[in-house]
C-alpha cells in the first residue's frame, strides 16, 4: 500500500518539516580543497571560478623527443617525472591510494565526428572555433549505451559530433541552444589518440576528454587559453604483469583550467578513481599507465584516458551523481539514491512557491523549507556521527541565506531522521531527504519505459518530444508557447485545451507557430522557470507533454514577447 512519510519525534530539540523531524545543533565546518569521493561527501559550491593565479604551477611543457625503444608518442619516462607536484593551495595532497589499481568497470568510448581529412576511420584533423549546440541525445545501435552533442560550428556551418560514454558522473553539460567554444584534435598512426575540450560562453572550460597514448599534453588547444593540462607523477609501487609484459600504473594530475587558478589543486588519480575539487570539478582517470617491461612491437608504451567536466555552470540535466557538483546548478545530489533533482533554495525556485526567505535562515534544497531554526543543529560528517546512526541521516546540502531569497552556502552536515527505514513505500525508491516516495526522481529512471518517457515530480509519464520544438533545458530561453490545433472553432479548442494548462487562449496567435490554414493557433504562458537560462520546471514541461500526446494538438513551439 501507499504510505506517506510520518513524523517521527526525536529527543531534544526538533524541526518538524513535512513529515521529518530535524535534531539540531550548532555547525561549523571547515571544507576540504578535495571532496573524497563518498556519499555524502561535501565538495562546496564553486558557482564561479576565482580570478586566476600568476603563481607557481607545474611545467606542462611537452617532450617531443623519442624517449628510447618502443616509446611510440612524445612524453617522459617515469623516471623523468619529479615525484611531487607542487600546488597552489595549502594543505597535503591526499594520498594517491594503496598499489591495488582495480581494472575500470566503466566502459570508456569517445568519439568525434566530422573532423576534416577525408573518409577514413579514424580521420587525422583539427576542429576549433566558435559553435552552437543543435541536438543533445542518446546514440543508437552501439555495442554500449551512449549519448550524442552534436554542434554547428559558426564559420562554416559544418557540422560535429561529440559521442561519448565515460560514466554516469561524467557528461558533457551543454543544453539545446547554447553557445560554447570547441576544439577537437585526432591523431591516427594505427591507434587512436583523441582529444576534445569545450568551452562555455564566458570562455570558462566546461568539459574535456582524453584518449590517447601520452602522459603529457600534446595538443595546445588553438592557442585558447585557459588549456586543460596532465602530467605524471612517478609510480612508488612495483610494475604489474600486463598484456606486453609489465607495466606501471601510474597517478595523473589533471588541471581543466590548465592549472592558472589557485583553487585548482592538484590530485593525482590512479587508475579508476575520480574526485570532486573545491570548484566542483569532477575528475576521473578511466585508464593510465606507463610500459616498464615492452614485449610488443610498434605498440604505444604509454596510454592516458580520462576526462573532467564543470557541470555546476550549466544547466544540462544529468542523471547519476555522487555529490552536487555533478548536478547543474538548479540541482543538487540526492547522495543516498544518486540522483539530481531540483535545488528548491533557488530564488527562482523559492519566487515559484512563494516562500520568503529572511537573511540568516535555513532552507532545505530538497523541500524547499525555509526559515528552519539555526540554533541547535547536530553536526555530523557522516550518519555515524549522528546521535541515532541506525534511523538518521546526515544531511549535507542545508543552505544558509546570505541574504532574503538567496540560499545557495551550504552548511555543512546536519543530523535528520531517516523515515524511509520506518515507513511501508510500495513505490519504487523511497527517499527521506527529499520526504516522499516515488517512481522516479530522474528522466533516466524512465527511460526503460519507452520513448520520450520523463520524470514528472515523482512518476514517469509519456511524452511526444517529435511534436514539441523545444526541450525542458529550453535552450531558446523561451517566454510562452504558442500550438498548432484541429478543431471546429477557436473556443471548442480552448475549452479543450484549458483542462492542460488554463492560461490557454485561441485564436489570437500564430506568429511563432505558422499553423496550416484551417487550423487554430493558441498561446499559452505556463511556462514556469527553474534556471536563469530557461530550464522549465517539471510541471510546465508535463503540460507541454500531455499537450503532446492530443491527437488534435500537431505540433507545440516556443515564443518570445516582441
Avoid at 543543435?134 to 549519448?147: C, D, F, K, S, W
Avoid at 597514448?213 to 585557459?226: I, K, N, S
Avoid at 576521473?284 to 592516458?304: G, L, N
Avoid at 508557447?481 to 477557436?490: K, M, Q, T, V
Amino acid at each position: 500500500m501507499s504510505a506517506s512519510l510520518v513524523p517521527v519525534l526525536l529527543t531534544g530539540f526538533v524541526l518538524m518539516m513535512s513529515g521529518c523531524a530535524f535534531e539540531t545543533d550548532d555547525c561549523s565546518c571547515a571544507r576540504d580543497l578535495w571532496a573524497p569521493d563518498v556519499h555524502g561527501g561535501d565538495p562546496g559550491q564553486g558557482y564561479d571560478l576565482p580570478g586566476r593565479d600568476t603563481g607557481t604551477r607545474p611545467d606542462d611543457a611537452v617532450d617531443v623527443g623519442p624517449d628510447g625503444p618502443g616509446d611510440t608518442g612524445p612524453g617522459p619516462d617515469a623516471g623523468d617525472v619529479p615525484s611531487d607536484v607542487p600546488g597552489d593551495a595549502p594543505g597535503e595532497l591526499p594520498d594517491p591510494g594503496a598499489c591495488a589499481v582495480p581494472d575500470p568497470t566503466t566502459p570508456f568510448y569517445l568519439e568525434v565526428s566530422g573532423l576534416p581529412g577525408g573518409v577514413e576511420y579514424y580521420p587525422e584533423g583539427i576542429v576549433s572555433g566558435d559553435a552552437v549546440v543543435v541536438a543533445v541525445g542518446e546514440v543508437q545501435g552501439l555495442h554500449i549505451p551512449a549519448r550524442q552533442v552534436r554542434l554547428r560550428m559558426l564559420a562554416d556551418d559544418s557540422e560535429v559530433g561529440i559521442v561519448w560514454n565515460l560514466g554516469p558522473e561524467i557528461r558533457v553539460p551543454v543544453t539545446l541552444g547554447q553557445s560554447v567554444k570547441v576544439y577537437a584534435s585526432q591523431r591516427a598512426p594505427w591507434w587512436r589518440d583523441l582529444v576534445v575540450v569545450l568551452w562555455d560562453a564566458d570562455g570558462i572550460p566546461v568539459f574535456f576528454a582524453h584518449d590517447g597514448a601520452y602522459l603529457e599534453p600534446w595538443f595546445d588547444c588553438d592557442g585558447r587559453v585557459p588549456c586543460p593540462t596532465f602530467h605524471v607523477q612517478e609510480d612508488t609501487c612495483p610494475a604489474v604483469a600486463t598484456t606486453c609484459g609489465t607495466a606501471f600504473h601510474v597517478p595523473v594530475f589533471t588541471w581543466l583550467g590548465g592549472g592558472l587558478l589557485s583553487s585548482e589543486a592538484p590530485m593525482p588519480l590512479k587508475q579508476g578513481q575520480t574526485a570532486v575539487n573545491y570548484n566542483g570539478t569532477r575528475y576521473w582517470v578511466h585508464k593510465a599507465y606507463q610500459q616498464d617491461q615492452m614485449e610488443c612491437a610498434d605498440y604505444p608504451d604509454r596510454w592516458f584516458a580520462g576526462a573532467a567536466v564543470l557541470a555546476h555552470r550549466s544547466d544540462a540535466m544529468g542523471c547519476g551523481c555522487r555529490v552536487s557538483s555533478d548536478c547543474a546548478r538548479h540541482e543538487v545530489c540526492e547522495p543516498v539514491l544518486g540522483r539530481c533533482v531540483p535545488d528548491r533554495c533557488t530564488p527562482l525556485a523559492l519566487a515559484l512557491s512563494g516562500t520568503f526567505c529572511s537573511a540568516d535562515a535555513l532552507c532545505d534544497p530538497f523541500t524547499g523549507q525555509c526559515n528552519l531554526d539555526p540554533s541547535e543543529l547536530e553536526a555530523c560528517r557522516t550518519a555515524l556521527d549522528c546521535s541515532d546512526p541506525g534511523t538518521s541521516l546526515c544531511h549535507q546540502e542545508l543552505r544558509a541565506c546570505d541574504s532574503p531569497g538567496l540560499c545557495d552556502r551550504p552548511i555543512g552536515g546536519v543530523c535528520v531522521h531517516d523515515a524511509c527505514q520506518v515507513v511501508d513505500c510500495d513505490a519504487r525508491y523511497c527517499s527521506s531527504l527529499l520526504q516522499r516516495c516515488a517512481n522516479c526522481l530522474a528522466d533516466c529512471d524512465c527511460a526503460g519505459e519507452g520513448p520520450g518517457m520523463f520524470c514528472d515530480v515523482k512518476d514517469c509519464r509519456a511524452c511526444q518530444p517529435d511534436k514539441i520544438a523545444l526541450t525542458q533545458e529550453n535552450g531558446g530561453a523561451w517566454e510562452f508557447y504558442e500550438l498548432c490545433a484541429n478543431g471546429d472553432s477557436a473556443s471548442v479548442v480552448q475549452a479543450s485545451l484549458r483542462a492542460i494548462d488554463a492560461t490557454i487562449s485561441c485564436g489570437v496567435s500564430g506568429v511563432f507557430a505558422r499553423c496550416d490554414q484551417g487550423q487554430i493557433a493558441c498561446q499559452g504562458s505556463g511556462m514556469d522557470r527553474v534556471s536563469e537560462r530557461g530550464m522549465l520546471d517539471d510541471a510546465s514541461w508535463g503540460r507541454l507533454c500531455a499537450l503532446s500526446l492530443r491527437d488534435d494538438v500537431t505540433r507545440v513551439v516556443g515564443g518570445h514577447y516582441l
